[in-house]
């Protein structure tokens, strides 16, 4: 009598019998009886489910499910459901699907089999890391001067700190130079969950080496002008082999007359292959 899940009365109507000697029978009305009609299995098949990690086990977001065994003609859709992965870690983990509901018309004579666990990839969260600092005196190495770190991305309150990386200047000559930085690695109870993007290239200086320049001699006999003698010169605070040498300066005694004079040394220059550096 209804086309609905439960105990229904079942109408026998339009009997006809057979046989040799059925045309001498007559069937009496026939009462109802009744009878179930038992509900409609479905499957749920869902996809999806990969995320980036943000330190939640929460995985509705990106998935979606497909009903199966739907009588034709029949709306029947998924309303909601709780989808939470078994680990909040970065990997490929099993995610747990419940609570679903259905909805449609005649959503209430369907019977929703156990949704199995689904897998779900949890990736890596990217993280800027900034340096600065950088700088330093002339010392005729690529490396450079102190730089610090630090790390934009970070999900609440967790601990994750720069640990190592590998930083050197693009060029070792004074002036304004790039300071590469790479492999950069990280520390921390969740660590693993976090990559590091990229990093920029830094601009820091390297400033010029400072010598001291020693001189002797000078000593000449009388002859009114402020002239000196022959001036010996050295450099002292070159570093390592580099190439530098004094190339002129100028000398003059403060006073023109006989006796111990101080002489003043002005304008020197320098020259060799590494001299731009000091």
Known sequence: ??????????????????GQQSTNYRVL???????????????????????IYDSYRDANTNIFGTIYNIVPGEIITISSFVAMFKDQNVGLRFIDISNVILSGPTVFNYNLLSVPSISGMINQRGLTATFTGG?????????NGPIYGSLSG??????VTISTYISFFKSGLVGSRFIDISYVTLQGPTAYNYYVY???VLTAYIDYKTLIASFTGGTKIY??????????SSLSGIIGFDDVQVN????????????????DISNLTLIGQQSTNY
């Open 135 to 143: 700088n330093k005196i002339y010392d005729s190495t690529r490396f």
């Open 154 to 159: 970070i999900i609440g309150m967790e601990n």
């Open 198 to 200: 990229s990093v920029p």
């Open 1 to 18: 009598k209804l086309n609905i899940v439960g105990p229904n009365a079942i109408d026998i109507s339009n009997l006809t019998l057979i």
């Open 29 to 51: 009305p026939i009462p109802s009886f009744y009878s179930y009609i038992i509900p409609r299995n479905l499957n749920i098949i869902f996809k999806g489910g990969s995320k």
């Open 248 to 263: 002129y300066f100028d000398s003059k005694f403060k006073l023109n007359i006989v006796g111990p004079n101080a002489i």
């Open 223 to 232: 002859d009114s002008l402020y002239t000196t003698g022959p001036i010996q």
